[in-house]
């Protein structure tokens, strides 16, 4: 067995604090790259090294090690659920560890929606495991066979007799044990599962997250803790000219002020530099940062400005500089074409505004970093700490909070880098706090988008001809100073555009950087998925068919997609297309089942409109339905939402639910409010007041069912935001006959 190992007897153990008298199984989980490749110096090992362990004490309890980041999305009850459920555990005996940053844990970057899918299997089999075992001993002592034994509630139990005994009884004998053979092990049947699938498991966190009894990045004091807030460069890239500093340290309650290293770029996970206020409390560092009155150099980037930019890319849409995907003959298809359509969809610059902005506790004692953050990625962290600080990667340790949300902003460890430098430097713990400003003005942006379709209509109102040119700055060129073309990006909706049409080319323009790209909630599949579905419902339009009835049409028949023989690089969010195939039929049936859902095709009155899309993402499947109104005075409101997913067999269907649901409203954010502008390379926006999200009262009723499925499971906290923002549009063109191919549609003051 390769991924799991019996390391009850191991000697590291006893310096962890684990007793000798537990069963101990680490678990070898896949590693994926968790280290940009611009942070030198940072390699892994093949040697085995656990990633997880579930332990089994005399006292009963299982400890379950929880190696991803809680953002809200319930991974802490995930995790542990299915380990239990193989291991016939009681749930109210699991105990859940947060896992330091470390390598040996494989992959902790908590993103692409890959935690249940990545592990479901391995954590599968160690649980299974271990209740073998636990069997074994059990049988041993009774001098049965151990098929006349079961597993139930933290007790094995032998059938014939009734003879029950704890796990924790025979954790000693057990431990002495080898561990069965992978082929050997025995894996529950589904309808046997106990926890996986059930809905009634409650959140690990939840009371004490809904009493307030938990800790956040924000959360974090430590003995002579000092607190900094750190003014940074108004446009990437500019250079502090000058400061006053005595000003600042004449504020009470500050006590240092410190210049931070100059960025160069590439900006990486590195800080952006500045000049950081220290201060006793955060009101007297703020205070202080406002008496800096900092003089900047200029920055390369002050020829940022969005709308100039956003020409730009509509020009560059129109000189594409590269062909991704090429079926057929699209230019000859469209000259025959009796009806050529064409259109073009623009998303602007996105943040991703958690909650909690970042914040980040580092204390530097005897040459070790001891460091608090609510990070997605603590080995990146640590990796990143390491390299920059000069210090050894096994002295920095990364302890995980909860997260006040994430969305992809926390797995760039920028902020937790500027903690670490402060401390060393000052030889006393700091926490770095951001505050909603610092994060709008200088976080890491979603692209903004700029995007032409064109297809043709033959005359028995076929769809022959597929052109889709798309122009947006890469997240590559965060990590590679100059990169002007979309890479993976390209993967995210845009070439795996699933309908079946004869001629077919996707191309990208070029799009250079002007402020730190990187990774948000669903990433380029909110742009791609709104021209995408947007289009497809225009061209429902111009064939005078049900919106509903065109997709199923276009889908053509069912069928599994391998788009490189459409000569396209296709990444399936890094899984293969045998495991994940991109199956039509179950795109078909997520949209048969919201149609039901939705009771699509009835009769509306006046101002009213259904609207429909489907797009697949993470290797799962979400098609949706909204309801908007329009009231007497042009003002549109999205009533309902109904959602069908499909994501594979289900671990966690509550928060399944939950993640659609805040899938719909993060989307209804971007499609109504949210935008970001920039003027000679400042961000214009600052707070919620200019970048605005949706609040209560705009949140619709949202309905969700999930498909009932025995294939592995998808990613789930994702999928659900790409077709919320079409499908609103297209039921506002049902209600309204206007058709929006630019978001936030506040611009147009229907909201």
């Known amino acids: 067995m390769k991924h799991i190992e019996n390391v009850s007897r191991r000697g590291f153990l006893k310096k962890l604090g684990i007793s000798s008298t537990a069963l101990v199984l680490g678990v070898q989980l896949p590693a994926m790259l968790t280290i940009p490749k611009a942070l030198a110096g940072v390699t892994g090992s093949d040697k085995f090294s656990p990633s997880v362990y579930v332990q089994i004490g005399a006292d009963n309890i299982v400890s379950i090690v929880v190696h991803r980041s809680e953002m809200g ?50 954590l599968r089999e160690a649980g299974a495991a271990a209740r ?26 032998h059938e014939k007799t009734g003879r029950e005994l704890s796990f924790g009884s025979l954790v000693s004998a057990a431990s002495k044990l080898a561990l069965p053979a992978q082929s050997a092990l025995f894996l529950k049947d589904k309808k046997d599962f106990n926890l996986i699938g059930k809905s009634d498991v409650a959140l690990v966190d939840g009371v004490k997250i809904a009493t307030g009894a938990t800790t956040y990045g924000f959360d974090v004091e430590l003995d002579n803790m000092q607190y900094a807030v750190i003014a940074r ?45 220290i201060a006793k409390n955060t009101w007297a560092a703020i205070k202080g940062r406002e008496a800096l009155a900092i003089q900047w150099h200029e920055s390369e980037h002050k020829i940022y400005n969005s709308t100039e930019y956003k020409q730009a890319l509509a020009d560059s849409c129109d000189n594409p500089a590269k062909v991704l995907r090429s079926k057929g003959d699209v230019s000859k298809a469209l000259v025959d074409a009796k009806q050529v359509l064409t259109a073009s969809y623009y998303v602007p610059e996105l943040i991703h505004v958690p909650m909690e902005p970042p914040a980040a506790a580092a204390h530097f004692h005897d040459g070790v970093f001891d460091i608090w953050a609510c990070t997605q990625t603590p080995q990146s962290a640590q990796a990143t700490v390491a390299q920059i600080t000069g210090v050894a990667p096994e ?20 902020f937790i880098v500027e903690a670490a430098i402060l401390s060393k430097q000052l030889h006393v713990p700091i926490k770095v706090m951001w505050t909603r400003e610092d994060e709008i003005q ?7 988008s700029y995007q032409k379709l064109t297809a043709g209509i033959d005359q028995a109102g076929n769809v022959t001809a597929w052109q889709h040119h798309v122009a947006e700055p890469t997240i590559g060129s965060t990590f590679s100073k100059g990169a002007d073309l979309i890479g993976s990006e390209a993967s995210l909706g845009f070439i795996d555009m699933p309908y079946d049409i004869a001629n077919v080319s996707c191309a990208i323009g070029k799009a250079p950087a002007h402020t730190r790209i990187g990774w948000m909630r669903s990433v380029t599949n909110i742009n791609h998925a709104f021209a995408v579905s947007s289009f497809i419902d225009e061209l429902a339009q111009a064939k005078g068919l049900d919106s509903k009835d065109n997709l199923l049409t276009m889908l053509g028949a069912n069928r599994k997609i391998d788009f490189s023989k459409e ?16 199956d039509t039929a179950r795109m078909k049936t997520v949209i048969e089942k919201v149609s039901t859902m939705a009771k699509w095709g009835r009769k509306l009155p006046k101002g009213r409109g259904l609207g429909i899309a489907m797009h697949r993402s993470f290797v799962s499947y979400v098609a949706c339905v909204v309801e908007v109104s329009e009231n ?46 920039a003027k000679n390379g400042v961000i214009e926006q600052n707070n919620f007041d200019s970048y605005q999200v949706a609040r209560i009262g705009d949140a619709p009723t949202t309905h969700v069912e999930i498909i009932d499925s025995d294939a592995p499971p998808g ?37």
Not at 267 to 277: E, H, Q, S, T, W
Not at 395 to 414: A, C, E, M, Q, Y
């Open 73 to 122: 999305q319930g991974i802490r009850t995930s995790i542990p659920m299915i380990v239990a459920d193989e291991l016939g555990a009681d749930w109210q005996q699991i105990a859940v560890v947060q896992g330091l940053g470390d390598k040996k844990y494989g992959s902790q970057n908590t993103d692409g929606s890959r935690s249940v899918r990545r592990f479901y299997q391995p």
């Open 442 to 448: 200088n976080g890491y942006y979603h692209a903004v």
């Open 567 to 582: 000569h396209a690089e296709y990444g399936n969010y890094g899984e293969t297309l045998e495991k994940f195939p991109v």
């Open 395 to 414: 002295s920095v340790n990364i302890n995980v909070t909860l997260l006040g949300g994430g969305f992809g902003r926390k797995s760039k460890p920028d």
């Open 132 to 157: 073998m075992m636990l069997q074994e001993a059990a049988a041993q002592q009774w001098q049965v066979n151990v098929s006349e034994t079961i597993a139930v509630n933290s007790t094995i139990v």
């Open 233 to 277: 460069p108004p446009v990437l890239g500019a250079k502090v000219k000058s400061f006053n500093g005595d000003a600042a340290k004449a504020i009470k309650g500050v006590i240092d002020v410190v210049q931070l290293p100059d960025l160069e770029e590439p900006a990486v996970f590195k800080p952006l530099g500045g000049i950081a206020v």
């Open 632 to 677: 007497s005075d042009g003002k549109i409101k999205v009533e309902d939402v109904w959602m069908a997913v499909d994501c594979g067999l289900v671990v966690n269907p509550e928060r399944i639910r939950s993640q659609m649901e805040g899938a719909a409203i993060f989307a209804l954010s971007l499609t109504f409010f949210s935008e970001l502008t």
């Open 715 to 751: 990613g789930v906290g994702e999928p659900g935001v790409p077709p919320i923002a079409p499908a609103i549009c297209n039921a506002i063109f049902n209600a309204t006959g206007k058709r929006y191919r630019e978001l936030p549609l506040k611009q147009y003051g229907i909201v």
